[in-house]
């Protein structure tokens, strides 16, 4: 437990800075004006819905199940 509490909270930073640079990045793609704007929104959409939902599920869901897989593994070892 304690591994995971570090390794999440030394990691954090790092994770936060490249996903929310490259969601800032796909912005304009998903605000886009202009001449084949149409075809450019749907994209930046899923950029950016892609990389929040992958920020989630690093931040949040692979800890989770990472701690409840070693207790497990703990258990029945005991």
């Known amino acids: ?3 995971i509490l570090e ?3 030394l990691r954090l930073r790092p994770i936060l800075m490249t996903s929310l640079a490259t969601m800032l990045g796909a ?3 998903a ?3 202009g001449a084949g704007a149409r075809s450019r929104i749907p994209l930046g959409v899923v950029i ?3 990389l929040l939902f992958a920020l989630i599920l690093t ?3 692979i ?3 990472y701690t409840y ?3 497990k593994k703990d258990v029945s070892n005991g």
């Open 1 to 3: 437990m304690d591994a």
């Open 7 to 9: 390794a999440s909270a």
């Open 27 to 29: 912005l304009p793609i």
């Open 31 to 33: 605000l886009a004006l």
């Open 48 to 50: 950016i819905g892609g």
């Open 59 to 61: 931040l949040y869901v």
């Open 63 to 65: 800890p989770v199940i």
């Open 69 to 71: 897989l070693s207790r």
